[in-house]
């Protein structure tokens, strides 16, 4: 059982996938399921994620200090 592990030789034995996946049927399909699988996992993650409320810009602009109130002026005599 382990010789079978440790006797694999991707440079001769990789291309078996095509055998089975002909590329001119099945390319598209793929790529177009990868695109929604990773679409998708990012969408739910954007939404459950607390650092999603960055990109959200719904919080009130921070208050400027009022400024200091001036003396009274002197009274003219």
Partial sequence: MFQDVFNYKPKEQDYRI???LNPATWLIPILMSV???GI???AFLF?????GEYWVA???PAAEAAPAPAKPAPAAE
Wanted: glycine share 0%; aromatic share 18%; no cysteine.
């Fill in 40 to 42: 998708l996992i990012h």
């Fill in 35 to 37: 695109f929604l699988l």
């Fill in 18 to 20: 095509w055998l089975v």
């Fill in 58 to 60: 719904d919080a009130a």
């Fill in 47 to 51: 939404s459950v994620s607390p650092y």
